[in-house]
Each structure stands twice: as C-alpha cells, then as structure tokens.
C-alpha cells in the first residue's frame, strides 16, 4: 500500500479508539446507574431500571445506530455527527448488557456484609461506598472486559453511517487497490492487537483491586 492509503487506514484505526473510548465511558456510567437502580428498595426504580435493559438488550445495535442517526434528527429537529450518533447508540446499547453485571455482582456479595453495614448505621448510599461496591467491583472485572472486546468489534457497525472507522477505511482502500486478502487481514490484525491490549489492561486492573480488597 501506499504512504497515503495506510494513513487512511491509521485515521480509521485513531476514530475507532475514540468511538471505543466515549462509548465503553458511557456504557460505564450507564451500567453503574441503572445496575444500582435495578437494586433500589422502591419497586418504580427497578422496573424503569429492568424496563430499560429489556428494551435495550432486546433490540438490534446497528438498528440503533440507524434510528439515532437517521430518526431522531427529523424528530428533534437537530442532527448528530456520526461519532456522537455511535457512541449514544453503541453506549446505550452495550450499557444494557452492563447493568446486568453491576446487578449480578452486587446481588453476589454476602448478606451478612449488608447487615454489617445497617448495624453499624450506616445509611444505604454508604454501604453501597463502602461495603458492596469494593467487594462487587473486582468481581466485575471479567465479564466488562469480555463486554468491552465486543464492543470494540461493534464499533465496526457505525461505517454504515459513512464514518471512517477501521472498518470503513480498510473498505475504501479495498475498493482503490482492488484487492480484499491483505487489506482485510491487515484490518484483522489490528482489531486483535487493540483486544489484546485492552484484555492486559483489564486483567492488570482486576489484580489490582482484589489485591486492595485482600
């Protein structure tokens, strides 16, 4: 390839980390919220909170990505960029699938710390501080970084939009050089090394807080 179609692909590698980043910090505000809530002791705020992950979770994420881009703005009146688009639809979406990680390891951690806590009066915001969240997060760890590799290979579902993701990029110098092998291998290659990375950094962050918690 030429200097110039392998800055393309660069380009397209540097917008795929940005959508990865904004979307998975979204998802994380999300799935923290919503995890939270679907625990709440009043009945409303677990059903908006189940509600939402029911009806998030069920629904396709490159249809998302199409209504956020392409309903919402005749709607509103207003029109997203494609990065914004994606990292709502993406975000939204793959938060769902987080709230069920919060709920599940916050549910997992002993009652009797949640007695503990109530004995020792404190209120419900600092046990869940002090007590549940530090025993629950290490706990977490495993399945958002499983959670976060596959939302690094939906970012590829935003090229529908004509953003120049990887994938996007690597299909465009496809089409110039016409040859499919080594540009999607290339593709390939770099989805796998930035997996790999986030799976080591992952892994590094859950023996950090287990050994905090230890």
């Known amino acids: 390839m030429t200097s110039g179609l392998w800055e393309l692909v ?5 917008t795929t980390v940005q959508l990865l980043v904004l979307s998975a910090l979204l998802a994380a505000a999300v799935s923290f919220t919503v995890g939270v809530a679907r625990t709440h002791r009043l009945w ?23 209504w956020v881009f392409f309903v919402l703005p005749p709607a509103f009146g207003w029109q997203l960029v494609p990065l914004w688009a994606g990292t709502l639809a993406l975000g939204l979406t793959y938060g769902a699938y987080g709230t069920e990680i919060v709920r599940g ?4 951690v002993d009652p009797a710390q949640r007695e503990g806590g109530v004995a020792l009066g404190f209120t419900a915001g600092q046990r869940l501080r002090k007590i549940l969240l530090p025993q629950a997060v290490p706990e977490m760890i495993p399945p958002f970084s499983n959670l976060l590799v596959e939302l690094l290979k939906g970012t590829a579902l935003v090229s529908v939009m004509g953003m120049g993701d ?28 930035i997996a790999f990375l986030l799976t080591r950094l992952m892994r590094g962050l859950e023996h950090h807080l287990k050994a905090g918690v230890r």
């Open 10 to 14: 660069l380009k397209g590698t540097w």
């Open 44 to 66: 409303v705020v677990r059903f908006l909170a189940g509600l939402y992950t029911e009806v998030f979770r069920g629904t396709s994420a490159l249809v998302m990505i199409f």
């Open 105 to 108: 390891a916050l549910a997992a």
């Open 166 to 193: 990887l994938a996007f990029s690597g299909n465009l110098v496809r089409l110039a050089l016409q040859e499919s092998a080594h540009i999607y291998t290339y593709v390939l290659l770099i989805y796998f090394v």
